[in-house]
């Protein structure tokens, strides 16, 4: 299946995929590091929100996924000077440049796995025959979701990005371990220049689900962190729909509340909480009991704050049902 034109059936949420590898002892720099490239990326038009990925076993190789609503927003924030200032200031972070791939979404994957082939000029055809051969193995594996193929864009990236996914980790290691994988990587191994990178639930996720090696988010965590984004939110939508619509039924009120919450804590609020929290969120060189109290008591200061400014607001000025 041949990877969609970018430009077909108008703008879709576009991703960059960005892998650093780091000098040793450099891990708490390149966070404060991440968070101003955040920071700055967030200023940008179509900015939907960022997730990193530590490495794992003690790596150096950081995974970084950046989401915009459309390719030509992402490319604004790739070319910008803003960018490139940051990138050429933390320089000496690095051990090589930091490599990208750019991919045009079409929906969402549970576990995804990106390969980076370099220009194959006057042998495309031999190349992507090799690929279809690969997807046609990978059908007959249990899990298989489906490939994306996207060729090289012109002055954002020079690679054939290649995109499989499965169900489950399990099923993706099945796939990557088995003997007719490595037979066809044998038969292809003229176009043997190529990266893989596991990018765990890089599409429309709060929090990250952890590669390999990795620890994962604890679930009190995650609860407690889509709280203080939907507490605040419900109660801003439900003074908001009484304004508008007073006597409003219940269950047009409830349907409105609910279809606003899901859309503004999908794409407006959950990316803002996961970042000012990041440093509670995200495992790595900074998590630790003090840094986990530190956490729990932001959350539960900011909810109890939020409390007290509501029931201000609607004992003195609204009167709600």
Same mark, same amino acid.
């Given at each position: 299946?041949?990877? &969609? ?71 604004? @924030? ?72 996207? &060729? ?47 990018? &765990?639930?890089?599409?429309?996720? @709060? ?63 959950? &990316? ?50």
């Amino acid at each position: 299946m041949a990877g &969609p034109d970018p430009s077909a059936r108008g703008p879709r949420p576009a991703t960059v995929v960005v892998t650093h590898r780091l000098r040793p002892g450099t891990g708490t720099d390149f966070r404060r590091w991440q968070n101003e490239v955040d920071s700055a990326a967030a200023t940008f038009a179509g900015f939907l929100g960022t997730e990193v990925t530590p490495p794992a076993d003690d790596g150096s190789e950081w995974s970084v996924v950046y989401r915009f609503d459309s390719l030509d927003h992402l490319r604004d @924030w790739l070319e910008s000077g803003r960018r490139r200032d940051l990138v050429e200031r933390a320089g000496e972070m690095f051990v090589a440049p930091p490599t990208q791939n750019v991919l045009v979404e079409n929906g969402s994957q549970a576990v995804t796995v990106v390969v980076s082939h370099p220009p194959v000029p006057g042998r495309e055809s031999e190349f992507l025959a090799w690929q279809h051969r690969i997807t046609d193995a990978e059908r007959k594996f249990p899990g298989f979701r489906g490939s994306e193929w996207h &060729p090289p864009i012109p002055g954002v990236q020079d690679d054939w990005t290649i995109l499989f996914t499965f169900d489950t980790q399990q099923h993706l290691d099945r796939w990557l371990e088995s003997p007719q994988r490595a037979a066809l990587l044998t038969e292809g191994r003229e176009f043997k220049d190529f990266t893989v990178r596991p990018i &765990p639930s890089p599409y429309g996720s @709060w929090f990250s689900a952890g590669g390999a090696g990795d620890e994962q988010v604890p679930s009190w965590k995650t609860a407690l962190s889509v709280l203080v984004g939907l507490y605040p939110l419900v109660v801003v939508l439900t003074i908001t729909i009484d304004e508008l619509w007073p006597g409003a039924p219940l269950w047009a009120s409830l349907l409105i509340g609910n279809i606003a919450s899901v859309c503004l804590l999908t794409w407006v609020v959950m &990316p803002i909480v996961t970042r000012a929290l990041r440093f509670w969120l995200e495992p790595g060189d900074m998590s630790g009991g003090r840094v986990d109290t530190i956490g729990l008591l932001v959350s539960v200061g900011f909810l109890a704050a939020a409390a007290i400014v509501f029931w201000l607001a609607t004992t003195v000025v609204w009167s709600l049902p």
